[in-house]
């Protein structure tokens, strides 16, 4: 009986030997403390969102839960007299795009941070509004003339028009500092008591746009200095500089930084996106078609670096893509200039 008792504790522990020699071999296998594995080069950490199970769709940053907030697109005044502006710090994405008069106007959109006021917020146009339907959003605008208004409703855009709620206290205030057309400003706090009653959705889960880990962005031609000349008369010119500490670029209007009203905070963003495409003056005020659908030639700049791509419509949206393949964008915020086919646009 002994004996085989023993029997049985050596054919237990030479099963016990080998185990170990087995695991010993598995961690053999494995890369050194501070090598990376073949596994890793592969499918490289990004590290900024590695401990984040959500990002947020319009910039790629780590959110704290799902994101469902309706995008929401307001139409930011960019005159002269409408400068500075409020809440554009705060936007994920702007589209600048030529209104009338070689001014610029901007659709902001913002969902990851929505700011307490934005603006002063200005009147629609048809190609501002199709910017934001590729984004499934709310579209904000204080007024536009009947046929634009009836544009706009006949869109199927879920949309909130100043007009309906000038100055009321809970939508739309007028400033006393700015005479009108530059003094009307969103209260951001009314958004959701006005959509629900529109009878519109509160919440939606919204497509991402397609980020990189830097390791995964394209390289490109080292840039400091980015200058669009949208127009000599009046000068209508942006600038953007960037700034290598923060890795980002920062936007100044016709020689002027671009700064929160309240703050001066610089505005400062991570991808810069120049689309060129064909306007056409359509009437005596001098609004315009623009072509969002035919693709064309563009620029685009992130982490100090140009590379000269082509742009698409992919489902409303407009995306870089270089010898046909799609691009990413670095994570954070992008400014997005769309611009016609002979805009000098000069970077060094």
């Not at 984004?135 to 100043?162: R, T, W």
Request: aromatic share 8%; glycine share 8%.
């Amino acid at each position: 009986m002994k004996k085989h008792i023993g029997l049985a504790v050596l054919l237990l522990s030479l099963l016990l030997m080998a185990a170990c020699s087995k695991g010993e071999e598995k961690e053999s296998t494995d890369a050194p403390e501070g090598k990376v594995t073949a596994q890793e080069k592969e499918n490289p950490v990004d590290e900024e969102t590695a401990f984040s199970q959500f990002t947020y769709p319009l910039t790629g940053k780590p959110a704290e839960e799902k994101p469902s907030q309706r995008v929401i697109a307001v139409m930011v005044n960019n005159h002269t007299k409408a400068r500075p502006q409020t809440g554009l710090s705060q936007a994920d994405v702007v589209y600048e795009v030529l209104a009338e008069g070689e001014i610029t106007r901007f659709v902001a959109l913002f969902q990851s941070h929505i700011p307490d006021k934005i603006g002063p917020v200005r009147s629609a146009r048809p190609y501002f509004m199709k910017l934001a339907q590729g984004y499934d959003s709310v579209y904000i605008y204080h007024g536009a003339s009947v046929k634009i208004n009836q544009f706009v409703a006949n869109s199927g855009i879920d949309f909130l028009n100043g007009s309906m709620y000038d100055n009321n206290g809970w939508l739309f205030m007028r400033s006393n500092d700015r005479m009108p057309p530059h003094n009307s400003y969103l209260l951001t706090s009314g958004i959701d008591k006005a959509i629900r009653a529109k009878g519109y959705n509160q919440a939606k889960e919204m497509e991402a746009l397609p980020f990189g880990s830097e390791d995964e962005l394209k390289q490109g031609q080292s840039v400091q200095d980015v200058t669009i000349t949208y127009s000599n008369q009046p000068q209508e010119v942006v600038s953007f500089t960037y700034d290598s500490e923060q890795k980002q670029f920062l936007r100044s209007s016709d020689g002027e930084p671009t700064v929160e009203k309240e703050s001066n905070d610089r505005i400062a963003v991570d991808n810069i996106f120049v689309v060129k495409t064909s306007h056409q003056v359509i009437d005596s005020k001098g609004r315009r078609e623009v072509d969002l659908t035919s693709g064309g030639k563009g620029y685009l700049f992130y982490k100090g670096q140009m590379m000269e791509v082509n742009w698409k419509n992919d489902q409303g949206r407009i995306l870089p893509y270089l010898d046909g393949q799609p691009l990413k964008f670095a994570k954070g915020k992008t400014w997005v200039n769309i611009v016609p086919n002979d805009t000098n646009v000069a970077a060094q």
